[in-house]
């Protein structure tokens, strides 16, 4: 198993930014994925880190990175995928044969595991639509467990991951069967869409900054407050779209945060509506950061309880 020590984590975060991590662990399997989560049960898990900010000044502990896990097995309209395979590719490998309903994750850059930590979705299309079960690992039980659709309280950007310690190891995927063509147009729609309303990955982002609240959109509350004008540093916020931060000149990890908290209270000032994150952040070495972080994400740790 991989082991790499002092790890200069930016070089493979979306947002190029993070400073080193002590520990890093790259499973190739999901016996060693398990091995790793025993015998390091602190640890943080992730997969292609396309939604987290690492702090510049680096994080003093251990992370396992999943992404040299890609194995995925096709039974019929069955498809069963380890947690490290990126979305997008195997939403091309299914599409190929003729199976639809993972159309959707061609325009996200995360992996498997992290979409069905948040059930993700767009176009109207998500996890929740599709899986069947999965293998979890609860931390807290140490032990492997399988979860159907029914017990994973799938809601908006929300599974009962995210409020379990239960870490993802594979999924499986119902899907039906279409017409190749039909889905490559639908994919290509997709793609066609995220580069008119959000930001090349050549400018370095996490995706959305906050998470849209109910029955509202976090994107129109950002712009009518006039956030596309907000700039801290080396981040800003993209003229394309008011729920983006972009790393335009070597942006910091604090950064990016005084910006978001900016964003944010802009949005509870006017309307009371308190945006949740839905950029994780990782960090223990910067006392400014972590006071910042304990008013950026208090609503979000509320939800989680």
Not at 126 to 131: G, H, L
Request: net charge neutral; glycine share 8%; charged share 25%.
């Amino acid at each position: 198993m991989l082991v790499e020590n002092d790890f200069e984590v930016k070089k493979l975060t979306s947002f190029k930014i993070g400073g080193v991590v002590r520990r890093v662990i790259f499973p190739e399997s999901v016996d060693e994925f398990i091995a790793s989560l025993e015998s390091c049960p602190e640890a943080f898990v992730f997969g292609n880190m396309s939604n987290v900010l690492v702090s510049s000044d680096g994080f003093d502990g251990t992370l396992i990175l999943t992404t040299k896990m890609k194995n995925y097995n096709i039974k019929e309209n069955l498809v069963k995928a380890e947690c490290g395979i990126k979305g997008p590719k195997l939403s091309q490998i299914v599409a190929e044969k003729g199976l639809s309903g993972l159309e959707f994750m061609i325009a996200f850059p995360g992996s498997i595991g992290g979409e069905v930590f948040m059930n993700a979705g767009a176009h109207g299309q998500s996890v929740q639509d599709v899986f069947v079960e999965g293998d979890f690992f609860d931390k807290t039980a140490r032990q492997v467990v399988t979860l159907t659709k029914k017990d994973m309280n799938f809601s908006y950007r929300t599974s009962v991951c995210q409020k379990q310690e239960l870490i993802v190891l594979n999924a499986t995927f119902e899907l039906e069967e279409k017409d190749v063509d039909l889905i490559k147009v639908k994919m290509q729609e997709n793609l066609q869409f995220r580069h008119s309303h959000q930001p090349s990955l050549a400018l370095p982002n996490c995706g959305s900054v906050f998470r849209n609240p109910e029955g509202n959109s976090a994107g129109r509350l950002l712009e009518s407050v006039g956030v596309k004008s907000f700039k801290i540093g080396g981040a800003k916020v993209w003229e394309g779209h008011a729920n983006f931060i972009i790393n335009e000149n070597k942006a910091t990890s604090t950064d990016v945060l005084e910006l978001m908290l900016k964003m944010q209270s802009e949005v509870r000032e006017k309307y009371n509506i308190e945006l949740m994150p839905e950029v994780r952040y990782l960090g223990n070495n910067s006392r400014k950061e972590e006071d910042i972080c304990k008013i950026l994400y208090q609503s979000l740790k509320k939800m989680q309880k």
